[in-house]
Structure formats: C-alpha cells, structure tokens
C-alpha cells in the first residue's frame, strides 16, 4: 500500500496560513510559487540577455540584417 503524503502547515509573512504538500523538482517549486502567488525572479542580466533576444528576432530587424548582408555581397562581388 502507498503512503500518503504528509503536509505541512506554514505562515504568511500576510499571517495567513497556507498548506504546503512536499514537492520534487523543478515542477513542484514552481506550483509552489504559483500557488503562493509569487512573481518569478529574474535577474537585471538575464532580463537584458532575453531583450536583446528577442529584439533580434523582430521581422524589421532580421529583414535590415538580411538587406545589409546583400549589400555587402554586392560591394564584395564588383572588388
């Protein structure tokens, strides 16, 4: 026969009292902060790394590196 889980009773820093059930991995701290309501925290560097990523992909962008990359194969072929 299978153990049932056991959980624990914890406190808010809002005084509330929540009931937590033990989790594994990845999957079980992130219900955890969902079900807790918390934001994600996500450092001043990895935030510009993912701008800066997904700047990069914007159409505008990836058809102006496509248009000067054409101009610099012309300019290399008439060399």
């Known amino acids: ?7 624990t009773l914890s406190s808010h820093s809002s005084g ?6 033990p989790h594994k991995g990845k999957k079980g701290e992130l219900m955890s902060r969902l079900a807790r309501g918390e934001k994600a925290t996500v ?3 990895d935030m510009l790394k993912l ?25 290399d072929r008439m060399r």
């Not at 026969?1 to 959980?7: D, F, L, Q």
């Not at 701008?51 to 300019?75: D, I, M, S, W």
């Open 1 to 7: 026969m299978m153990k049932p889980k056991t959980s």
């Open 16 to 21: 509330t009292q929540v009931i937590e059930e």
């Open 43 to 45: 450092s001043k560097e």
């Open 51 to 75: 701008t800066n990523k997904n700047y990069e992909n914007l159409p505008e962008v990836r058809k102006k590196r496509e248009a000067e990359r054409k101009k610099e194969e012309q300019r």
